[in-house]
């Protein structure tokens, strides 16, 4: 064979615009779907959220609430249990780590994080820092569709709750049924969650960003959705905190000579097993190597349960380049911004200080993108669709919100009123340095 032909072998001089420059597309039809599906909700509440369930999900659906019955009758195999425990305790453990470093140099006050910039040299008290204060309610999405995602809910609780979050609701569509994967529920039961909204796409996210007499709005959502969730999202923004546009799942594969073409083949199909419109980019330092991981992934493919949507993804999103080194590699892959990327090249470490647009890296012959999927530690909820330019995997840092502090002593009055005072005259605002100042004379 000589690799897939549904995926062309390019070089950086043909034209790649259209994966440089990926971005969010807005469609008029939809924006006024959502639109609608807002407003109904802002006005009519949990009705119009049952109602639009029953529309879209599951057509005799009773209540837009999880029982508590459903919830703790929820059962999973032993060893997926197991697995689901070690994964929790791991992605839990990584960001308590990463909680410590967010605060390991701040002093702790009755205030909050705290710290002194020194203005005079007296023994006056008076600090300048900062609070860091954890949201109290927070929504996470977990999506529905052809698979099963309790990874979702793992992923985005735990650094919430790691953060400080005092209560975290998730949304989920329930199936025609009215069910939602016992995984998903036994996910939601291990982390102690305990309301769980029965609804998908922009009804959930229009619940969750607006509430009702009942149920109070969250401060934040975050998880991933389809088109209709980001929409909503996208409408909503400014009066919900949001994670980062939640597009079609991508992945960058970088080789060299030495890769070895099989698994470099399954990272990237994993990370288009998701949707048809999935992203794979692969580059390489060798064509011979490229044209070995087409062919490893085309007979990966005559097996797949999913060959129909990855091979629609690889002909319709998929990018193969032959790059002339390395560095030339690296260049394509901050241009590209990839959600996930892997690197099977000679010490792959030694090539991350270059790298300044990717979601998250991974490493080697031992790091496969499911294990980050899965198990590895970090949040697997990721910038996509360019996004990675400016934005970061959600993270602690996610749930908290930070109010400046500042108690000036007497001393410091007197040093900085003046300068007030003279700033205030240049910006032509002069009742901002005479209110410095009459501090002074009273």
């Not at 701040?106 to 008290?125: M, N």
């Not at 099963?148 to 329930?174: D, F, K, L």
């Not at 840092?397 to 009055?413: P, R, T, V």
């Amino acid at each position: 064979m000589q690799g897939m032909s549904l995926v062309p072998i390019l070089t950086p001089n043909d034209d790649l615009s259209r994966w440089r420059k990926r971005r969010p597309r807005q469609d008029q039809s939809l924006v006024e779907n959502v639109s609608r599906i807002v407003q109904e909700v802002e006005s009519e509440g949990a009705a119009a959220v049952l109602r639009h369930t029953r529309q879209f999900d599951a057509p005799d659906l009773g209540s837009i609430w999880l029982s508590k019955y459903e919830l703790h009758s929820a059962s999973i195999p032993a060893e997926a249990l197991d697995a689901l425990r070690t994964a929790i305790e791991r992605v839990r453990d990584f960001h308590e780590i990463q909680l410590s470093t967010l605060t390991h140099d701040l002093q702790e006050l009755e205030l909050g994080y705290a710290w002194r910039t020194d203005v005079t040299d007296d023994d006056e008290t008076g600090f300048e820092g900062q609070r860091i204060l954890p949201l109290q309610r927070v929504g996470v999405y977990v999506p529905g569709g052809q698979a099963t995602y309790p990874s979702s809910v793992y992923m985005n609780v735990i650094p919430a709750q790691v953060a400080g979050v005092e209560e975290v609701v998730v949304a989920t569509p329930p199936g025609k049924d009215g069910k939602v994967p016992e995984a998903v529920l036994v996910a939601c039961r291990e982390l102690g969650i305990e309301k769980i909204l029965l609804a998908g796409g922009a009804s959930a996210i229009s619940a969750l960003a607006i509430g009702w007499e009942g149920f109070e709005r969250v401060d934040k959502i975050v998880g991933p959705g389809n088109r209709f969730v980001n929409e909503a999202k996208r409408q909503l923004w400014g009066s919900v905190g949001l994670d980062c546009y939640a597009g079609p799942s991508e992945v960058c594969v970088v080789v060299d000579e030495r890769a070895n073409p099989e698994q470099a083949a399954y990272d990237l199909l994993t990370q288009i097993e998701h949707a048809p419109d999935n992203v794979a980019l692969l580059i390489g330092t060798s064509r011979e190597t490229l044209t070995e991981v087409l062919d490893k992934a085309e007979s990966i493919l005559q097996t797949a349960e999913r060959r129909e949507i990855m091979t629609t993804a690889l002909q319709e999103q998929g990018c193969v380049v032959w790059v002339s080194d390395l560095d030339e590699a690296i260049g394509l892959v901050n241009d590209f911004a990839p959600e996930h990327l892997t690197l099977m090249v000679e010490d792959p470490g030694s090539w991350v200080p270059k790298i300044r647009n990717a979601g998250c890296i991974l490493m080697g012959s031992h790091s496969p993108q499911a294990l980050g999927d899965y198990v590895s530690g970090p949040c697997h909820t990721l910038p996509t669709s360019g996004a990675a330019r400016f934005a970061s995997p959600v993270s602690v840092s996610d749930f908290h919100k930070i109010q400046s502090l500042s108690m000036l002593s007497a001393s410091d009055l007197a040093v900085l009123a003046p300068i007030a005072e003279n700033l205030a005259k240049l910006e032509g605002l002069p009742l901002h340095g005479q209110a410095g100042i009459q501090r002074l004379q009273s």
